[in-house]
């Protein structure tokens, strides 16, 4: 099987570009990740709303909190951004669902796949790091 990622290295100011789109998606996500834990009752309320509970809040904050460390980490990165995308999806439905506003969450999706395109040849890395320690 061909891998979908290049090895070629990415132009200076594309890599400085991703860096910015990195540390902006982590304070979002950071933030978003403060509010489920700090029961914001807005999130509280979306959650109860969903059928969720404490349980689920306390899970996403830290799925966020994780994936936003993971986003400054050259080897996780990519894999970070994969998985916001679908955590960014699933809180956009969420939004849609209870009837508020999408806009962040739909901005952090876009942040989230803009980082897992960007930086898709560190899954790739990783999955080859992976592969040979198994190997």
Do not use: C, N
């Not at 349980?55 to 904050?61: F, K, N, P, S, T």
């Not at 799925?63 to 936003?68: H, I, S």
């Not at 898709?120 to 999955?127: A, D, F, P, Y």
């Amino acid at each position: 099987m061909e891998p979908i990622t290049s090895s070629a290295p990415l132009r200076p100011a594309w890599h400085r570009t991703l860096w910015v789109v990195q540390v902006v998606a982590a304070v979002g996500f950071a933030a978003a990740a403060a509010a489920k834990l700090s029961g914001s009752p807005e999130v509280v309320a979306t959650f109860r709303a969903i059928g969720g509970g404490d349980w689920l809040r306390y899970l996403v904050a830290a799925l966020e909190l994780a994936g936003a460390v993971a986003l400054f980490v050259p080897r996780l990165v990519g894999l970070a951004g994969v998985a916001f995308v679908a955590l960014t999806v699933g809180a956009t439905v969420t939004q849609l669902v209870t009837g508020a506003s999408p806009v962040m969450a739909l901005l952090m999706l876009v942040l989230s796949a803009v980082i897992a395109w960007g930086r898709r040849s560190s899954i790739g890395r990783l999955r080859a790091d992976l592969t040979r320690r198994r190997g």
